[in-house]
């Protein structure tokens, strides 16, 4: 197979698998020891509970191991955990190299995975196709030229599927936007809340700056503003003139 030829498989390297699989081992171990030390609990049931951190162990393994994306002459074929789904060339209406919305909470996570999307507008994230398990840029490149060749000379983009992705990818670019509003007003909420601690108000805004209030209304409405503002922005810029 040449470099950028087909077939295609993207998954968790040998090296990767080997450090989960030790880190998942070690903290099994140091979840099933401590259960059957337990002396108040009857042995049958400790046994149970140590044999379900052992059976979740192997669940999250064979999971990790079993996760791959694989690209044909068929087309684009993704195994998950559970199940897998497929879609031929020319079902598939684009791919999208997109953020990653963990990225910024999860150590380690990749910063931009790679998606395809289906005739209907669906979403198919394609595993281990990000930034930190391949070059994503060329593998993506290599793919949508495979794409552009095998979809069939008579494929053109559906027009209501278009529309429906770029509503969806609008949707997920306003939720990573409350996130981050979120995150950002964390602090200055906290400010926020410390001030009748300090200062002497009235009963009704003491009532208002109250911890309950501020954090448990404060942050939801942060995200749903900037959330709602950023997509009905991103809706005027999708609905002007190209």
Same mark, same amino acid.
């Given at each position: 197979?040449?470099?950028?030829?087909?077939?295609?498989?993207?998954?968790?390297?040998?090296?990767?698998?080997?450090?989960?699989?030790?880190?998942?081992?070690?903290?099994?171990?140091?979840?099933?020891?401590?259960?059957?030390?337990?002396?108040?609990?009857?042995?049958?049931?400790?046994?149970?509970?140590?044999?379900?951190?052992?059976?979740?162990?192997?669940?999250?393994?064979?999971?990790?191991?079993?996760?791959?994306?694989?690209?044909?002459?068929?087309?684009?074929?993704?195994?998950? /955990?559970?199940?897998?789904? &497929? =879609?031929?060339?020319?079902?598939?209406?684009? +791919?999208?190299?997109?953020?990653?919305? *963990? !990225? $910024?909470?999860?150590?380690?996570?990749?910063?931009?995975?790679?998606?395809?999307?289906?005739?209907?507008?669906?979403?198919?994230?394609?595993?281990?196709?990000?930034?930190?398990?391949?070059?994503?840029?060329?593998?993506?490149?290599?793919?949508?030229?495979?794409?552009?060749?095998?979809?069939?000379?008579?494929?053109?983009?559906?027009?209501?599927?278009?529309?429906?992705?770029?509503?969806?990818?609008?949707?997920?670019?306003?939720?990573?936007?409350?996130?981050?509003?979120?995150?950002?007003?964390?602090?200055?909420?906290?400010?926020?809340?410390? /001030?009748?601690?300090?200062? &002497? =108000?009235?009963?009704?805004?003491?009532?208002? +700056?109250?911890?309950?209030?501020?954090? *448990? !209304? $404060?942050?939801?409405?942060?995200?749903?503003?900037?959330?709602?503002?950023?997509?009905?922005?991103?809706?005027?810029?999708?609905?002007?003139?190209?």
């Amino acid at each position: 197979m040449s470099e950028d030829g087909l077939p295609r498989t993207y998954r968790i390297s040998a090296a990767q698998a080997g450090a989960m699989i030790t880190a998942v081992g070690l903290a099994s171990v140091a979840g099933v020891v401590p259960v059957l030390l337990v002396e108040d609990v009857p042995w049958q049931i400790r046994v149970a509970a140590g044999q379900a951190v052992l059976l979740l162990a192997v669940f999250l393994v064979r999971g990790a191991l079993r996760c791959a994306t694989t690209a044909d002459e068929a087309g684009v074929r993704v195994r998950g /955990v559970v199940r897998q789904r &497929s =879609l031929a060339w020319a079902q598939i209406q684009d +791919l999208r190299i997109e953020p990653n919305p *963990g !990225a $910024g909470t999860q150590s380690h996570a990749p910063e931009v995975l790679t998606c395809a999307y289906g005739p209907d507008g669906s979403r198919l994230p394609l595993p281990y196709l990000d930034d930190r398990h391949v070059d994503v840029d060329r593998e993506v490149a290599a793919l949508r030229a495979h794409w552009e060749r095998l979809r069939g000379a008579g494929w053109a983009q559906d027009p209501a599927a278009a529309a429906r992705i770029d509503r969806l990818v609008a949707r997920r670019s306003a939720m990573v936007v409350g996130f981050a509003w979120t995150f950002v007003s964390f602090f200055p909420l906290v400010v926020l809340m410390l /001030v009748p601690v300090f200062v &002497s =108000l009235p009963d009704p805004l003491e009532t208002v +700056l109250a911890p309950y209030t501020v954090m *448990g !209304a $404060g942050l939801p409405l942060v995200f749903t503003v900037t959330a709602v503002l950023s997509y009905r922005r991103q809706l005027r810029a999708l609905d002007e003139p190209r």
